[in-house]
Protein backbone atom coordinates (compact mmCIF):
# COMPACT_ATOMS: atom_id res chain seq x y z
CA UNK A 1 0.00 0.00 0.00
CA UNK A 2 3.21 2.21 0.11
CA UNK A 3 2.13 5.31 -2.48
CA UNK A 4 5.40 7.76 -2.07
CA UNK A 5 8.66 5.61 -2.46
CA UNK A 6 12.01 7.14 -1.54
CA UNK A 7 14.98 5.19 -3.29
CA UNK A 8 17.30 4.96 0.05
CA UNK A 9 16.23 5.19 3.56
CA UNK A 10 19.94 6.06 4.54
CA UNK A 11 22.65 7.30 2.75
CA UNK A 12 26.18 8.33 4.00
CA UNK A 13 28.35 10.66 1.54
CA UNK A 14 31.65 12.52 1.17
CA UNK A 15 32.08 16.75 1.33
CA UNK A 16 31.72 17.34 -2.82
CA UNK A 17 29.87 14.35 -3.59
CA UNK A 18 27.13 14.46 -6.02
CA UNK A 19 23.76 13.54 -4.34
CA UNK A 20 20.75 11.80 -5.78
CA UNK A 21 17.48 11.40 -3.79
CA UNK A 22 14.95 9.94 -5.82
CA UNK A 23 11.32 9.82 -5.09
CA UNK A 24 8.53 8.16 -7.00
CA UNK A 25 4.76 8.22 -6.05
CA UNK A 26 1.85 5.43 -8.12
CA UNK A 27 -1.38 8.01 -7.13
CA UNK A 28 -1.27 9.74 -10.43
CA UNK A 29 -0.56 13.23 -8.22
CA UNK A 30 0.13 16.39 -10.16
CA UNK A 31 2.05 18.28 -7.12
CA UNK A 32 5.13 16.94 -5.35
CA UNK A 33 7.64 18.27 -3.10
CA UNK A 34 11.31 17.96 -1.52
CA UNK A 35 11.41 18.89 2.19
CA UNK A 36 13.88 18.69 4.92
CA UNK A 37 13.46 18.00 8.75
CA UNK A 38 15.50 19.07 11.30
CA UNK A 39 15.21 19.00 14.93
CA UNK A 40 13.87 21.98 15.95
CA UNK A 41 13.54 23.84 12.18
CA UNK A 42 10.06 21.91 11.07
CA UNK A 43 9.49 20.85 7.62
CA UNK A 44 11.24 23.41 5.51
CA UNK A 45 10.58 23.59 1.69
CA UNK A 46 13.63 23.11 -0.86
CA UNK A 47 11.38 22.49 -4.20
CA UNK A 48 8.14 21.86 -5.35
CA UNK A 49 6.29 20.62 -8.61
CA UNK A 50 3.44 21.89 -10.08
CA UNK A 51 3.57 19.61 -13.00
CA UNK A 52 6.08 17.46 -15.11
CA UNK A 53 8.96 19.79 -16.31
CA UNK A 54 7.73 22.38 -13.82
CA UNK A 55 9.57 23.55 -10.36
CA UNK A 56 9.53 26.31 -8.02
CA UNK A 57 11.93 27.34 -5.70
CA UNK A 58 10.53 27.03 -1.90
CA UNK A 59 12.19 28.50 1.15
CA UNK A 60 15.74 27.21 1.18
CA UNK A 61 17.12 26.16 -2.30
CA UNK A 62 20.11 26.62 -2.19
CA UNK A 63 22.84 23.98 -2.97
CA UNK A 64 20.20 21.95 -4.54
CA UNK A 65 18.49 21.29 -7.59
CA UNK A 66 15.13 19.06 -9.09
CA UNK A 67 14.29 17.21 -11.86
CA UNK A 68 10.94 16.19 -13.04
CA UNK A 69 10.99 14.56 -16.11
CA UNK A 70 7.43 11.86 -15.61
CA UNK A 71 4.72 12.91 -13.50
CA UNK A 72 5.64 10.45 -11.06
CA UNK A 73 9.44 10.92 -10.14
CA UNK A 74 10.55 13.93 -8.46
CA UNK A 75 14.60 13.81 -8.13
CA UNK A 76 15.87 15.87 -5.37
CA UNK A 77 20.15 16.88 -6.72
CA UNK A 78 22.52 17.77 -4.26
CA UNK A 79 25.17 18.85 -7.21
CA UNK A 80 28.56 19.05 -3.84
CA UNK A 81 27.28 17.99 -0.90
CA UNK A 82 28.28 19.64 2.21
CA UNK A 83 28.42 18.77 5.86
CA UNK A 84 25.36 21.24 6.67
CA UNK A 85 23.51 19.07 4.24
CA UNK A 86 22.95 16.68 6.64
CA UNK A 87 19.41 15.87 7.53
CA UNK A 88 16.33 13.83 6.98
CA UNK A 89 14.45 14.51 3.46
CA UNK A 90 11.08 14.03 2.91
CA UNK A 91 8.90 13.66 -0.21
CA UNK A 92 5.56 14.59 -0.86
CA UNK A 93 3.00 14.73 -3.40
CA UNK A 94 -0.39 15.85 -3.59
CA UNK A 95 -3.30 15.93 -6.19
CA UNK A 96 -5.34 18.60 -7.86
CA UNK A 97 -8.64 16.82 -7.21
CA UNK A 98 -10.53 16.45 -3.73
CA UNK A 99 -8.48 16.59 -0.55
CA UNK A 100 -5.65 19.03 0.10
CA UNK A 101 -3.68 16.63 1.51
CA UNK A 102 0.43 15.93 0.92
CA UNK A 103 0.87 12.40 1.51
CA UNK A 104 4.55 11.82 2.67
CA UNK A 105 6.95 8.91 1.91
CA UNK A 106 9.03 7.41 4.40
CA UNK A 107 12.50 9.87 4.36
CA UNK A 108 15.87 9.44 3.25
CA UNK A 109 18.64 10.40 6.07
CA UNK A 110 21.49 11.74 4.25
CA UNK A 111 24.49 12.58 6.45
CA UNK A 112 27.68 14.23 4.77
CA UNK A 113 31.08 13.15 6.37
CA UNK B 1 2.91 36.09 4.45
CA UNK B 2 1.65 33.16 5.99
CA UNK B 3 3.20 31.84 9.12
CA UNK B 4 2.28 29.17 11.68
CA UNK B 5 3.84 29.32 14.86
CA UNK B 6 4.04 26.07 17.88
CA UNK B 7 4.97 27.90 20.58
CA UNK B 8 5.92 24.39 22.06
CA UNK B 9 8.89 22.17 21.29
CA UNK B 10 8.08 20.00 24.16
CA UNK B 11 5.02 18.70 25.83
CA UNK B 12 4.91 16.34 28.37
CA UNK B 13 1.97 14.92 30.14
CA UNK B 14 0.58 12.24 32.07
CA UNK B 15 -1.07 9.29 30.59
CA UNK B 16 -5.16 10.30 31.13
CA UNK B 17 -4.30 14.10 31.83
CA UNK B 18 -5.95 16.36 29.14
CA UNK B 19 -3.75 17.82 25.78
CA UNK B 20 -3.88 20.52 24.00
CA UNK B 21 -0.73 21.77 21.39
CA UNK B 22 -0.95 25.24 20.49
CA UNK B 23 -1.12 26.37 16.46
CA UNK B 24 -1.29 30.04 15.75
CA UNK B 25 -0.98 31.13 12.32
CA UNK B 26 -0.89 34.40 10.51
CA UNK B 27 -3.10 34.88 7.36
CA UNK B 28 -5.24 37.39 6.11
CA UNK B 29 -7.42 35.03 3.82
CA UNK B 30 -9.56 31.73 4.96
CA UNK B 31 -6.99 29.37 5.34
CA UNK B 32 -7.15 25.34 5.44
CA UNK B 33 -5.70 24.30 8.23
CA UNK B 34 -4.13 20.76 9.69
CA UNK B 35 -2.08 19.18 11.74
CA UNK B 36 0.01 16.18 10.88
CA UNK B 37 1.54 13.73 12.89
CA UNK B 38 4.67 11.91 12.85
CA UNK B 39 5.14 8.98 15.11
CA UNK B 40 8.33 7.20 16.46
CA UNK B 41 9.88 4.86 12.94
CA UNK B 42 6.35 6.10 10.61
CA UNK B 43 6.00 8.66 8.18
CA UNK B 44 4.00 11.74 8.98
CA UNK B 45 0.77 11.74 8.00
CA UNK B 46 -2.35 13.36 8.17
CA UNK B 47 -4.07 13.49 11.30
CA UNK B 48 -6.97 15.93 10.90
CA UNK B 49 -8.17 18.40 8.99
CA UNK B 50 -10.26 21.50 9.95
CA UNK B 51 -12.33 21.35 6.67
CA UNK B 52 -13.62 17.73 7.47
CA UNK B 53 -14.62 18.57 11.56
CA UNK B 54 -13.57 15.14 12.48
CA UNK B 55 -12.43 13.42 15.61
CA UNK B 56 -9.51 11.39 15.03
CA UNK B 57 -8.21 9.40 17.50
CA UNK B 58 -10.02 11.50 20.46
CA UNK B 59 -8.40 14.71 19.12
CA UNK B 60 -10.36 17.46 17.86
CA UNK B 61 -9.23 21.06 16.29
CA UNK B 62 -11.20 23.87 16.28
CA UNK B 63 -10.21 27.12 13.83
CA UNK B 64 -10.66 30.05 15.57
CA UNK B 65 -10.92 32.67 13.43
CA UNK B 66 -10.74 35.16 15.97
CA UNK B 67 -7.53 34.96 17.55
CA UNK B 68 -6.25 32.71 14.33
CA UNK B 69 -5.60 29.80 16.52
CA UNK B 70 -6.05 25.93 15.36
CA UNK B 71 -4.84 24.42 18.72
CA UNK B 72 -5.43 20.47 18.46
CA UNK B 73 -7.08 18.54 21.72
CA UNK B 74 -7.74 15.77 23.68
CA UNK B 75 -9.23 15.16 26.82
CA UNK B 76 -7.38 11.99 27.55
CA UNK B 77 -3.80 11.19 26.68
CA UNK B 78 -2.87 7.91 25.89
CA UNK B 79 1.01 6.49 25.35
CA UNK B 80 0.61 5.69 22.02
CA UNK B 81 -0.10 9.67 21.43
CA UNK B 82 3.34 10.29 21.65
CA UNK B 83 4.73 11.91 18.52
CA UNK B 84 5.77 14.95 16.87
CA UNK B 85 2.88 17.06 15.80
CA UNK B 86 2.94 19.48 13.11
CA UNK B 87 0.36 22.08 12.36
CA UNK B 88 0.24 23.53 8.42
CA UNK B 89 -1.79 25.65 6.63
CA UNK B 90 -2.67 26.38 3.32
CA UNK B 91 -4.32 29.53 1.67
CA UNK B 92 -7.09 27.90 0.56
CA UNK B 93 -9.23 24.80 0.64
CA UNK B 94 -8.29 24.66 -3.31
CA UNK B 95 -4.95 25.94 -3.25
CA UNK B 96 -4.23 24.31 -6.71
CA UNK B 97 -0.19 24.51 -6.99
CA UNK B 98 0.98 26.85 -3.38
CA UNK B 99 2.63 24.47 -0.90
CA UNK B 100 1.23 23.92 2.63
CA UNK B 101 3.58 25.86 5.20
CA UNK B 102 4.20 23.96 8.24
CA UNK B 103 5.00 25.11 11.91
CA UNK B 104 8.61 23.96 13.65
CA UNK B 105 6.35 20.88 15.51
CA UNK B 106 5.55 20.17 18.71
CA UNK B 107 7.04 16.55 20.38
CA UNK B 108 4.49 15.38 22.54
CA UNK B 109 5.54 12.64 25.29
CA UNK B 110 2.84 10.75 27.38
CA UNK B 111 4.44 9.64 30.82
CA UNK B 112 2.85 6.17 31.91
Known amino acids: DVKVTQSSRYLVKRTGEKVFLECVQD?????MFWYRQDPGLGLRLIYFSYDVKMKEKGDIPEGYSVSREKKERFSLILESASTNQTSMYLC????????????FGAGSRLTVL | AQRVTQPEKLLSVFKGAPVELKCNYS??????LFWYVQYSRQRLQLLLR??SRESIKGFTADLNKGETSFHLKKPFAQEEDSAMYYCALSPSANSGNTPLVFGKGTRLSVIA
Open chain 1, 27 to 31: MDHEN
Open chain 2, 50 to 51: HI
Open chain 1, 92 to 103: ASRGWSGANVLT
Open chain 2, 27 to 32: YSGSPE
